[in-house]
């Protein structure tokens, strides 16, 4: 078994991107195995576009090869932005050849380009469907929320083992559409002051750089309580790169924004990224500026663009969401809308020397 990097290609059906295509089938594998369904499956095509996109994230990839097959990858990302201090591992292997230490030498490259490349803090991530959290009693719990992980999952196991702490658990929920009519009439509101916009694909220029100032604040608005996040710069361009991006992974934005009419700033907004085909849409950010919390501006943005999702794409008939555990207003608007559980996601940190 040997590790070597994957080079990203310009375009796919050439000799020299097969190994980067013989990889996304791999991952889409493991994804099969561990989930069930096709859910988290994706074409070569999306996975170029999120690769090619290196503006402002640097994405490398170095796979494990036994007998000229790849066995694994891992993948570090690297935030751009000039105060980043963190990176995230991606760490996967295929089934039938874990538990032979492929895992852990990929995570030592991982490690090892990390330090590399001056950053501090290491995040990876386990994904736990909510079929296999049944019964399970010895748990890993976060600093903060009321969930826990299995501590018996392999997943858990080398997590902790190579000297990574659970530092958050995000919930997984499920919707599905649409919304039966007594609920989406007990949801609709009369809003004083805002008014909401949608778009999908790209934002209107006259908000652009507002709705820039809000993705800013994503980063660090948002519950974190027992993880580090670096800052993240946004600009107008950054908006139109990220749209850029999802349009050509065949996955635009529906997004709907409150504007706050007296100062015509951005207050709220949730996102939707919308295939054109399949059944599933997932949620990407939600927020409400601090300063506008307490008017039930969360909600009014979601039904909207729930109900911008009927009018615009009605081939979507589920929604995929993720809320940090103990964000309990977040999750207390999710149960109104009728979310279910859906699975558990651990993230987990390292502090290098």
Known sequence: MRVTRLPIPEVLGTRESAAFEELIGVLNGIVVDLWGDDDFVETAEQALAEHRAQEYTE???YVAVEDDVIVGRVEAIFPLDEESETVSLLVDV?????????????LQKGEELAADGGRRVISTYTEHPIRTLEGADRLVRASAGTAGLPRDSRDVRFALRNGYTLGQIERSSELHLPLPREREAGLTMTL???????WWGSAPDDLLERFATMKARMATDIPQAGIAVDPEDWDGERVRSQERTLVAR????????????????????TELAVPADGTKAEQYDTLVARAHRGHRLGTAVKLRNIQELGLRAPHIRRILTWNADENDPMLAINRAFGFRPHALTGHWQKTLD
């Open 94 to 106: 295929v089934p039938a050849v874990r538990g032979r230490g492929i895992g852990t030498a990929l």
């Open 250 to 269: 065949g996955e635009p934005l529906l997004v709907t924004a409150a504007v706050h009419e007296p100062t015509g700033q951005i207050a709220a907004y």
């Open 192 to 198: 004083s002051g805002f008014r909401l916009v949608s």
């Open 59 to 61: 994405r490398i990839v």
